[in-house]
């Protein structure tokens, strides 16, 4: 059975840290790239940041210089490092597993697997 397990969810204020871990089974997860993706009420979904099975990452402009993506292929594991937190990131962040990286990986629509989320709540 496939699995992907968001954790490390909560309630942090603004300018503070946190980090995320996506722990996968049940798939050759260092043949996948795992992506994140969050959404807020009333929000469409939006790719956060993405790490292909080689390494190379990827990050949303709204993101690029706080977040940080990593993954541990012997924990079956990605992390998503979250600095500087904005009330506006503020969402429930789910990952998701892919097959191959491309440019459309924002979107979301080629990601096979996905975990149930967690929530991330930023107070001002």
């Known amino acids: 059975e496939v699995q992907l397990v968001e954790s490390g969810g909560g309630l942090v204020q603004a300018g503070g840290s946190r980090r995320l871990s996506c722990a996968a089974s049940?798939?050759?997860?260092?043949?996948?790239?795992i992506g994140w993706f969050r959404q807020a009420p009333g929000k469409e979904r939006e790719g956060v940041s993405c790490?292909?099975?080689?390494?190379?990452?990827y990050y949303s402009d709204s993101v690029k210089g706080r977040f940080i993506i990593s993954r541990d292929n012997a924990k079956n594991t990605v992390y998503l490092q979250m600095n500087s937190l904005k009330p506006e990131d503020t969402a429930v962040y789910y990952c998701?597993?892919?097959?191959?990286?491309?440019?459309?990986?924002?979107?979301?629509?080629?990601?096979?697997?996905w975990g149930q989320g967690t929530q991330v709540t930023v107070s001002s």
């Open positions: 998701a597993a892919v097959p191959e990286v491309d440019s459309t990986w924002y979107g979301g629509y080629e990601f096979e697997y």
């Open positions: 790490i292909s099975n080689g390494g190379d990452t």
């Open positions: 049940g798939f050759t997860f260092d043949a996948y790239g």
